[in-house]
Nanobody, 126 residues
């Protein structure tokens, strides 16, 4: 699976961005997809994940109510709509695919995700 993330940029606090991640390659496989982020000097952290069907989602507490993860109709694209952005959301955002666990299983530990995109920078100014 190859993952290509895009949509990052510079935005003022309170603004919005929409990240996209397109998967190619093993598209015949079913897999959970997630978003992670890493701020300078910090460890990579889980942001959100969505099951193959899109019926199950999971978010870290700090983004609940502000971020929404969704999948495209073709299932091989995942989006992260980020609203009411805060300076502490500044990070490089990575999309990832978990092709090992069940398609409806969501895990938030990065070690379970076996394919990763290249990352896209999100900067929120105060």
């Amino acid at each position: 699976v190859q993952l290509q993330a895009c949509g990052g940029g510079l935005v003022q606090a309170g603004g919005s961005l929409r990240l996209s991640c397109a998967a190619s390659g093993r598209t015949f496989s079913t897999y959970t997809m997630g978003w992670f982020r890493q701020a300078p000097g910090k460890e990579r952290e889980f942001v959100a994940a969505i099951s193959w069907s899109g019926g199950t989602t999971y978010y870290r507490d700090s983004v609940k109510g502000r971020f929404t993860i969704s999948r495209g109709n073709a299932k091989n694209t995942v989006y992260l709509q980020m609203n009411t952005l805060k300076p502490e959301d500044t990070a490089v955002y990575y999309c990832a695919a978990d092709t090992v666990q069940g398609p409806e299983t969501i895990v938030k530990e990065s070690r379970w995700y076996d394919y990763w995109g290249q990352g896209t920078q999100v900067t929120v100014s105060s």
